[in-house]
């Protein structure tokens, strides 16, 4: 038996009578089951019961045993002082607060319907992919599409911390904390930490001052990124490590350790010389990009923006001294899209509510209603269970139930899982 259960009844009154006492019999009834504590604390604040002919406000603490009072130290702690009711599964032994108050105790398990725990514990005790996999089709789909683009929110809130968590770092800078992300985005998952490094190194301000030249902004990029530090045979990377050579000197810049960066099992198009070379072109290309970003309201307008082709030397290499066929090294629209999802769409959110702009937010999540859902392994398993995203949002929202529900079986705090476990066709 979990505490959550208790919770759970506590706070929806998931009780089958009206008549609810005390362990000590006097007459309970709850006014207002009060707010959920997600701090330290008791578990709920700002709660109103009936005892008998008493009206009370204040806080409700809730265990498994009420002996778990005394285990947690509760009895010593001024922040349990206003406790006017213990709510419990099992009543074993009397409480007092700090003042030696005796606590009253509502006893849950005797008034209570045994099937809402019984479908509980199936659903956690399952080890299926996601815990309610059995019962999902009986799902409500009001509340799984209700529940999604809530979680969509979420997803994005919870991107907001570090994405400002940076900004701070950057000392309130945008364009270099957008810069930074996007570059972490371009090395995708398996040279995304290399990327993010390079961005650190490698300040946006110092790429600005040479975007014109996009073969210095390659020489900037290449050379802190580690590719510029042997003898090559080509005369363009020689080129790039000469102008390296002075403006490293000039800006006091010191590269990345090559071996940071991952070739294995990538096919050449995802290769990380060529993801440097498209981004210094994007540089290059794109003056006031962050504000473009910002104001941008259609993918149409994005993918202009990144209608990236990188310099001449790139459409027969993929390395460099390594020959490959020529053809012209474009993004494409699935790498587009990822950029989209994972920075453009986050960092709108992000700008737009720290700025007070509720219709930047409206169209960072617009952005995502637009784009086609992703395909991935969750996304493929969701499908399987019957439930296909129409969309980039709902993917995302799937990805975060998934994660952050599902995985660590937080069922009783997901409006799915709550709907399932009262749902008396389950």
Request: proline share 4%; hydrophobic share 40%; charged share 20%.
């Amino acid at each position: 038996m979990k505490e959550e259960f208790v919770h759970f009844l506590w706070k929806y009154r998931l009780f089958n009578t009206t008549e609810l006492i005390t362990s000590s019999g006097s007459v309970l009834q709850i006014l207002d089951p009060g707010t959920l504590n997600s701090d330290s604390g008791p578990d709920f604040s700002a709660a109103r019961i009936k005892i008998d002919n008493t009206t009370w406000a204040g806080n409700i603490e809730i265990h498994t045993k009420s002996s778990d009072w005394y285990k947690h130290g509760h009895q010593n702690d001024d922040a349990y002082s206003n406790i006017i009711l213990h709510v419990v599964m099992h009543h074993d032994k009397e409480i007092t607060d700090k003042a030696g108050n005796e606590i009253p105790v509502f006893e849950v398990r005797r008034f209570f319907n045994s099937a809402l725990l019984s479908k509980y514990e199936k659903i956690i005790s399952s080890r299926s992919w996601i815990p309610c996999a059995a019962f999902l089709e009986n799902a409500d789909n009001i509340i799984v599409m209700n529940w999604l683009s809530r979680l969509l929110v979420e997803r994005l809130e919870n991107k907001s911390e570090e994405i400002l968590k940076f900004l701070k770092y950057f000392e309130n800078n945008w364009e270099q904390t957008f810069y930074y992300f996007l570059a972490r985005n371009f090395g995708f998952k398996v040279n995304a930490s290399p990327f993010a490094l390079l961005a650190q190194k490698t300040p946006y301000l110092v790429l600005g001052r040479h975007k014109n030249d996009l073969t210095l902004i390659e020489a900037l990029l290449f050379g802190q990124a580690g590719f510029l530090s042997q003898e090559y045979n080509d005369a363009y990377p020689n080129i790039l490590k000469k102008e390296y050579g002075f403006l490293s000197h000039k800006y006091n810049l010191s590269p990345l350790d090559k071996s940071l960066w991952k070739f294995g099992k990538l096919r050449p198009s995802n290769f990380p010389t060529l993801r440097i070379a498209q981004f210094a072109n994007l540089i290059h290309k794109s003056s006031g990009l962050f504000s473009k970003l910002i104001s941008a309201g259609s993918i149409k307008e994005i993918k202009q923006l990144f209608d990236l082709q990188s310099s001449p030397y790139w459409k027969n290499h993929y390395q460099f001294d390594k020959p490959s066929a020529s053809r012209i090294k474009q993004m494409g629209d699935s790498a587009i899209y990822n950029i989209i999802i994972n920075t453009v769409v986050p960092v709108k959110f992000v700008y737009g509510a720290e700025h007070m702009k509720p219709e930047i937010k409206e169209q960072a999540i617009g952005l995502l209603t637009d784009l086609p859902a992703e395909e991935n392994v969750i996304i493929k398993n969701w499908k399987q269970l019957g439930i296909a995203p129409a969309n980039a949002g709902e993917s995302q929202a799937l990805i975060e139930l998934k994660k952050y529900y599902c995985t660590p079986k937080k069922c009783l705090n997901c409006a799915i899982g709550l709907n399932l476990i009262r749902n008396k066709e389950n």
